[in-house]
């Protein structure tokens, strides 16, 4: 139990071997570039195994969704849309960008888009049910990387740390609070929340934060 409460505790992302001194390094090390390669890339392949499961959408994506229905836009236009407009809520909390910021809209996208086609497409229930939570774990390890790389959080990642940092409320609860509340908002708005997504709402703020913990454990000198 006191396990538990020390990873749910986290509030600022560990500093580690392959973090960078900055997210606004003009020169970042070498290394801190590589993990944020390899931790967007298993980022992005465990949103393809979700987008696979046929079992509902990531909460954000519901969001843009409900936009594109309301202002009648593309879907691709309302999620560059809802991107830009979390990294305005950057500004009060004084969350700094960095070259990972940006490079996540490209190899995220880049991923899901070549693995997708190689994923299995459920139909039954305890496929679809398993193959959420597999993608949730994979988006978890994916995302605790490339976070500890400092080399700039994304849009939504950075929203929860910055609130996290400013608040000093664990970064897992700041996660629920914002995914939940997106779903809501977004199905409100006519975007379609299925199981996984209320999964993903639930899981994805505690997994990324677990995996976190379990690095900074092994890893932290």
Same mark, same amino acid.
């Given at each position: 139990?006191? &396990?538990?409460?020390?990873?749910?505790?986290?509030?600022?992302?560990?500093?580690?071997?392959?973090?960078?001194?900055?997210?606004?390094?003009?020169?970042?090390? +070498?290394?801190?570039?590589?993990?944020?390669?390899?931790?967007?890339?298993?980022?992005?392949?465990?949103?393809?195994?979700?987008?696979?499961?046929?079992?509902?959408?990531?909460?954000?994506?519901?969001?843009?969704?409900?936009?594109?229905?309301?202002?009648?836009?593309?879907?691709? $236009? &309302?999620?560059?849309?809802? &991107?830009?407009?979390?990294?305005?809520?950057?500004?009060? +909390?004084?969350?700094?960008?960095?070259?990972?910021?940006?490079?996540?809209?490209?190899?995220?996208?880049?991923?899901?888009?070549?693995? $997708?086609?190689?994923?299995?497409?459920?139909?039954?229930?305890?496929?679809?049910?398993?193959?959420?939570?597999?993608?949730?774990?994979?988006?978890?390890?994916?995302?605790?990387?490339? +976070?500890?790389?400092? +080399?700039?959080?994304?849009?939504?990642?950075?929203?929860?740390?910055?609130?996290?940092?400013?608040?000093?409320?664990?970064?897992?609860?700041?996660?629920?609070?914002?995914?939940?509340?997106?779903?809501?908002?977004?199905?409100?708005?006519?975007?379609?929340?299925?199981?996984?997504?209320?999964?993903?709402?639930?899981?994805?703020?505690?997994?990324?934060?677990?995996?976190?913990? $379990?690095?900074?454990?092994?890893?932290?000198?």
């Amino acid at each position: 139990m006191k &396990s538990i409460k020390r990873i749910f505790s986290l509030t600022s992302v560990p500093n580690l071997f392959w973090s960078a001194p900055t997210p606004l390094s003009i020169k970042p090390p +070498l290394l801190s570039v590589l993990f944020l390669f390899i931790g967007l890339s298993i980022f992005g392949f465990g949103h393809a195994i979700l987008f696979g499961s046929n079992f509902g959408v990531s909460p954000w994506m519901v969001l843009a969704q409900g936009l594109a229905i309301q202002f009648e836009i593309g879907i691709g $236009l &309302s999620i560059i849309v809802v &991107s830009f407009g979390v990294l305005l809520f950057w500004i009060p +909390l004084k969350e700094k960008p960095g070259i990972g910021t940006f490079i996540n809209f490209f190899v995220v996208a880049a991923v899901i888009e070549m693995t $997708l086609p190689y994923i299995p497409y459920q139909t039954d229930i305890p496929l679809k049910l398993f193959q959420v939570f597999l993608g949730i774990l994979i988006i978890g390890i994916g995302g605790s990387i490339y +976070l500890i790389a400092n +080399l700039g959080p994304g849009p939504r990642d950075g929203l929860m740390t910055g609130i996290s940092k400013k608040t000093k409320i664990p970064m897992a609860y700041v996660r629920n609070a914002l995914e939940i509340s997106v779903v809501i908002i977004g199905w409100s708005l006519g975007g379609t929340a299925g199981v996984g997504t209320l999964i993903f709402a639930i899981m994805i703020g505690p997994a990324i934060v677990a995996y976190m913990y $379990l690095m900074k454990t092994i890893f932290e000198k």
